[in-house]
């Protein structure tokens, strides 16, 4: 009776195992396959700015390395909120990714409840493409360096510049610009980069604090002038644009990125064949011919060092926060 009873045991144990092996089989099959279908990823911008134009040649590179396409889709408004809550809603599939850059970051200063967590909800894959903020006004302006720039809103707080909207990278950006020259500048808020590189085309904000990537067509052109770059050295395309240390701000460091996230749950193996896909994008040529060209450093983070630095920058944009008295929303 004993064997008898210890083989039914052994038979209930085996048929447990092989119904848990069954039902991993799926999501290790998914893993392994990926992709193999299209992969959207949302930039939670309108088209025109530096994130978007990053992530589609991102897109485009990484769609010639798997044979699958990826393709970009633009959800803004609330300060890319509205976007990244739809990728955190997203099946954990590896399907749907969400591109963004240090503006997420800032979220958790800006406002005071969010539709998704943050540091829980969306998981950091990989970041590429590393854009020093520059300082940029119309070419045919009457600002020439950066010091007549601080000089006039020293003397006129009317001084004003343009930006995506409260609580965006250039916002806080230009907001911790003003404390490391020690005075204050009027901010013009817009719908999106955009719109804020127009209203200085047309002459409706005296400059903005910009992404390079996302005007350096208009600088090329002669449109738009850039009177001082973030960064510890000059850029290749720009090489006469001084640094902020060199143009009399020392301190300001505000360096911008491309990044991608992915919903909480999906699979291990997706993650590290995603981040190895875009590691591989940025050491071609290809990528980094493209990001010296408008302006940006080619570079590569992966997962862990993407997390460690967005913890870091979370808590700087706060102590911006906090020194400007920014109020959240």
Known sequence: MKDKTRGVSMLRALALAALAMTS??????????????????????????????????????????????????????????????????????????????????????????????????????????????????????????????????????????????????????????????????????????????????????DFQMASIPGVIGQVKGNKLAVLAVSGTKRLPALAGVPTFAEAGVKDYGVINFTGLWAPKGTPADVLDRIQKEVGKAMASRDMQSYAESIGAEPGYWDAGAFRTEMTSRTAFWGKVARGTGFQKQ
């Open 24 to 205: 991993m089989m799926p999501m290790a099959a998914q893993a392994q396959g990926w992709p193999a279908k299209p992969v959207k990823i949302i930039v939670p911008y309108p088209p025109g700015g530096a994130v978007d134009a990053v992530t589609r040649k991102m897109a485009q590179r990484l769609s010639e390395q798997t044979g699958q396409s990826f393709y970009v889709e633009n959800k803004a408004g609330a300060t890319g909120t509205i976007g990244t809550a739809q990728v955190a809603r997203a099946a954990p599939d590896g399907y749907t990714l969400l591109a963004n850059d240090t503006t997420y970051a800032l979220l958790p200063h800006i406002f005071k409840t969010l539709p998704f967590d943050p540091a829980k909800d969306l998981q950091p894959v990989a970041a590429y493409v590393f854009a020093p903020m520059g300082v940029v006004v119309k070419a045919d302006g009457k600002y020439k360096t950066l010091a007549d720039l601080i000089a006039a809103a020293k003397s006129d707080d009317k001084v004003s510049y343009g930006s995506g909207g409260p609580g965006s990278t250039p916002h806080f950006a230009s907001e911790a610009l003003g404390l490391a020259a020690g005075t204050h500048f009027m901010h013009v808020p817009f719908k999106g980069a955009g719109e804020a590189t127009v209203a200085l085309l047309s002459g409706t904000v």
